[in-house]
């Protein structure tokens, strides 16, 4: 079965009871994010992808749960044994301990959006 955050996000709303609508208003009321119904939809049936940085952290809070939770059963593909590895260089350097726990949060969402993008 192939992973599909779309997929993950729908049936983690439907396992708690909650309709389109309701998670709409929860996103606008609690986070000050607008999205439409058909926005919900094609998220869920993964037309769209979800904003890592915003809407991610958001749904995340909605359904009570942990942004990793949505990626459990990411499945990331094997290379073969035969192909190198390329390395990469940091560019940037962080001081982990001065940034908030939002700004950890944002940064994480973002690495997570990163690297499945270049899968």
């Given at each position: 079965?192939?992973?599909?955050?779309?997929?993950?996000?729908?049936?983690?709303?439907?396992?708690?009871?909650?309709?389109?609508?309701?998670?709409?208003?929860q996103l606008e009321?609690?986070?000050?994010?607008?999205?439409?119904?058909?926005?919900?939809?094609?998220?869920?049936?993964?037309?769209?992808?979800?904003?890592?940085?915003r809407e991610l952290?958001?749904?995340?809070?909605?359904?009570?749960?942990?942004?990793?939770?949505?990626?459990?059963?990411?499945?990331?593909?094997?290379?073969?044994?035969s192909a190198p590895?390329?390395?990469?260089?940091?560019?940037?350097?962080?001081?982990?301990?001065?940034?908030?726990?939002?700004?950890?949060?944002?940064?994480?969402?973002?690495?997570?959006?990163?690297?499945?993008?270049?899968?």
């Open positions: 079965m192939t992973f599909s955050l779309g997929k993950r996000l729908k049936a983690t709303r439907e396992s708690l009871g909650l309709t389109q609508e309701q998670v709409i208003e009321n609690r986070y000050g994010i607008i999205l439409s119904q058909q926005a919900i939809s094609t998220i869920e049936n993964g037309k769209r992808k979800v904003d890592a940085e952290p958001a749904f995340a809070g909605i359904y009570g749960k942990t942004i990793d939770y949505f990626y459990e059963s990411l499945q990331l593909p094997t290379t073969p044994s590895i390329p390395k990469r260089k940091s560019v940037v350097t962080i001081d982990l301990e001065a940034l908030t726990d939002r700004d950890k949060l944002e940064l994480a969402a973002e690495l997570i959006h990163n690297v499945l993008q270049e899968t």
